[in-house]
């Protein structure tokens, strides 16, 4: 038999990831020789080793806090990734490392089966890694006005002082992008006027474990719509593998 296709995840702290337990049973289900793992980096600086030592390498996701400094160690990104500014998978290409960008298709895709989706024309975006440049991508491409709140804020972002005296009712959708209330410290969540919301509005929390974080309840017991990271999580996933399947 021959040797097992390997794939995984680049990361830090990966405990928590749902990706090595939907791969595995994908490929348990389409009876595939193949493999998942998790590797865990101190540094990016380590990926060039990672990448000697397992040879049979044919695809990558990454995740927090690689995104964006990953970009460095590529050969080639895609327009998406490029203009994102973030990568969460790699393709390995004839011998090159290719970025992608499968979170922004991922995100819009899960927003558009929501039935809300035609009422969103405003949203606030909380966080500004990797994963909420995908957002704003998304976003901009079905023409939805958004804020970036920001603890630094750059240019055209605001503060999260800011934000405290600003009404949060007007916003129709408001994602939630930083890792605060993962799985251990389910009970953190951002500090916001939630009292300002209003029934009709969509909370966003890209975090999948918990599945319902203290965010996500604050909107709840206000009448919001919620939503979790697990739909996009799962689109981005498959669009993953259709990557990896086509350098085949």
Same mark, same amino acid.
């Given at each position: 038999?021959?040797?097992?296709?390997?794939?995984?995840?680049? *990361? %830090?702290?990966? #405990? &928590?990831?749902?990706?090595?337990?939907? !791969?595995?049973?994908?490929?348990?289900?389409?009876? +595939?020789?193949?493999?998942?793992?998790?590797?865990?980096?101190?540094?990016?600086?380590?990926?060039?080793?990672?990448?000697?030592?397992?040879?049979?390498?044919?695809?990558?996701?990454?995740?927090?806090?690689?995104?964006?400094?990953?970009?460095?160690?590529?050969?080639?990104?895609?327009?998406?990734?490029?203009?994102?500014?973030?990568?969460?998978?790699?393709?390995?290409?004839? *011998? %090159?490392?290719? #970025? &992608?960008?499968?979170?922004?298709?991922? !995100?819009?895709?899960?927003?558009?089966?929501?039935? +809300?989706?035609?009422?969103?024309?405003?949203?606030?975006?909380?966080?500004?890694?990797?994963?909420?440049?995908?957002?704003?991508?998304?976003?901009?491409?079905?023409?939805?006005?958004?804020?970036?709140?920001?603890?630094?804020?750059?240019?055209?972002?605001?503060?999260?002082?800011?934000?405290?005296?600003?009404?949060?009712?007007?916003?129709?959708?408001?994602?939630?992008?930083?890792?605060?209330?993962?799985?251990?410290?389910?009970?953190?969540?951002?500090?916001?006027?939630?009292?300002?919301?209003?029934?009709?509005?969509?909370?966003?929390?890209?975090?999948?474990?918990?599945?319902?974080?203290?965010?996500?309840?604050?909107?709840?017991?206000?009448?919001?719509?919620?939503?979790?990271?697990?739909?996009?999580?799962?689109?981005?996933?498959?669009?993953?593998?259709?990557?990896?399947?086509?350098?085949?």
């Amino acid at each position: 038999m021959n040797d097992p296709s390997q794939y995984g995840l680049l *990361g %830090k702290s990966l #405990g &928590h990831s749902f990706s090595k337990e939907y !791969f595995d049973q994908k490929f348990r289900e389409l009876n +595939l020789n193949a493999n998942y793992a998790n590797y865990e980096l101190d540094s990016i600086g380590e990926l060039g080793k990672l990448l000697q030592n397992k040879p049979e390498l044919k695809g990558l996701n990454v995740t927090i806090p690689f995104k964006e400094v990953i970009i460095s160690m590529l050969d080639d990104m895609t327009r998406e990734a490029r203009e994102i500014g973030a990568v969460n998978v790699i393709e390995f290409r004839r *011998g %090159k490392l290719i #970025g &992608h960008n499968t979170d922004a298709p991922g !995100f819009i895709k899960s927003l558009n089966n929501h039935p +809300l989706k035609s009422k969103i024309n405003t949203a606030l975006i909380l966080g500004t890694g990797g994963a909420s440049k995908a957002i704003c991508y998304g976003l901009r491409s079905i023409n939805v006005n958004y804020t970036v709140v920001s603890r630094k804020p750059a240019e055209n972002e605001i503060s999260y002082a800011h934000l405290r005296s600003m009404d949060i009712s007007k916003f129709d959708l408001i994602v939630h992008c930083t890792p605060i209330g993962t799985f251990p410290r389910v009970d953190d969540k951002i500090d916001l006027s939630y009292s300002d919301l209003r029934k009709e509005q969509l909370l966003y929390d890209l975090i999948y474990n918990p599945r319902e974080t203290a965010f996500l309840k604050e909107g709840k017991v206000r009448g919001c719509h919620t939503m979790n990271g697990e739909e996009m999580l799962i689109n981005q996933a498959e669009l993953s593998w259709a990557i990896w399947q086509r350098s085949e």
